[in-house]
């Protein structure tokens, strides 16, 4: 890059006109929020998210070069993509039960504090709405990534069951959370306040450290599958 390019780039202009790219692509993100929840997906057309926010259709391309860009977006701008990347990194240098317990916690917490769109996105899967969808097995694929390599860090230190199958512990998982967070979701209904009381955080943690100790190795278990 030119020294001339550079010093274009750091113009309080240019600082200004980013500033104003990001509120504009905010203002997307929650409108089209609305609109999916109240139309789904199919029912949300860019034309029709154009003229809600105020902008025309190349605008909104200009930003999201599709829905399935704009769901993309709102679940990183929700902090999901963060947590992921977190949980992909986690040196498992605490008992497995306990990294697990704290982890379900945390997951715990997201589902509560995003119930609005997780709602809206599972409500499309159901449908059948191939964005939704696509969108939805990614963050799940990687989910199950994430615990899968943490499941690996613990077996290659010898914490877990040498007899224990990574790749199924880390799937039985995630089914288990996606299962009890759905259940959550479903006792609710449209009333979410209440996600996190505490004898649902309770429940989440007793079976996550029950779950932990039936990974972890004990005195004998030397035989492998």
Not at 137 to 150: K, N, S, Y
Not at 200 to 218: H, P, W
């Given at each position: 890059?030119?020294?001339?390019?550079?010093?274009?780039?750091?113009?309080?202009?240019?600082?200004?006109?980013?500033?104003?790219?990001?509120?504009?692509?905010?203002?997307?993100?929650?409108?089209?929020?609305?609109?999916?929840?109240?139309?789904?997906?199919?029912?949300?057309?860019?034309?029709?998210l154009a003229r809600a926010v105020g902008l025309t259709e190349a605008a909104i391309?200009?930003?999201?070069?599709?829905?399935?860009?704009?769901?993309?977006?709102?679940?990183?701008?929700?902090?999901?993509?963060?947590?992921?990347?977190?949980?992909?990194?986690?040196?498992?240098?605490?008992?497995?039960?306990?990294?697990?317990?704290?982890?379900?916690?945390?997951?715990?917490?997201?589902?509560?504090?995003?119930?609005?769109?997780?709602?809206?996105?599972?409500?499309?899967?159901?449908?059948?709405?191939?964005?939704?969808?696509?969108?939805?097995?990614?963050?799940?694929?990687?989910?199950?990534?994430?615990?899968?390599?943490?499941?690996?860090?613990?077996?290659?230190?010898?914490?877990?069951?040498?007899r224990v199958d990574t790749l199924e512990a880390a799937t039985s998982w995630v089914?288990?959370?996606?299962?009890?967070?759905?259940?959550?979701?479903?006792?609710?209904?449209?009333?979410?306040?209440?996600?996190?009381?505490?004898?649902?955080?309770?429940?989440?943690?007793?079976?996550?450290?029950?779950?932990?100790?039936?990974?972890?190795?004990?005195?004998?278990?030397d035989v492998r599958r």
């Amino acid at each position: 890059m030119s020294r001339g390019a550079a010093a274009q780039r750091s113009t309080p202009q240019n600082h200004v006109s980013a500033r104003g790219g990001h509120r504009t692509r905010q203002r997307i993100l929650g409108t089209a929020l609305k609109l999916f929840s109240r139309n789904g997906f199919h029912g949300t057309s860019v034309r029709s998210l154009a003229r809600a926010v105020g902008l025309t259709e190349a605008a909104i391309y200009y930003h999201f070069r599709s829905k399935r860009a704009i769901v993309r977006a709102l679940y990183e701008e929700r902090g999901f993509m963060a947590a992921l990347d977190e949980l992909e990194h986690l040196p498992g240098d605490v008992p497995l039960r306990q990294q697990l317990a704290a982890n379900a916690i945390a997951s715990a917490h997201l589902w509560s504090d995003n119930a609005d769109l997780l709602g809206v996105v599972i409500a499309e899967v159901l449908r059948g709405d191939r964005a939704a969808r696509t969108v939805h097995r990614e963050l799940m694929d990687r989910w199950l990534r994430g615990i899968l390599e943490l499941v690996r860090r613990y077996n290659e230190k010898g914490a877990i069951d040498p007899r224990v199958d990574t790749l199924e512990a880390a799937t039985s998982w995630v089914d288990l959370m996606f299962g009890a967070f759905m259940d959550r979701m479903l006792a609710l209904g449209k009333s979410r306040s209440g996600f996190l009381a505490p004898e649902f955080r309770d429940q989440i943690e007793t079976l996550a450290i029950a779950f932990g100790k039936g990974l972890e190795a004990t005195a004998g278990s030397d035989v492998r599958r």
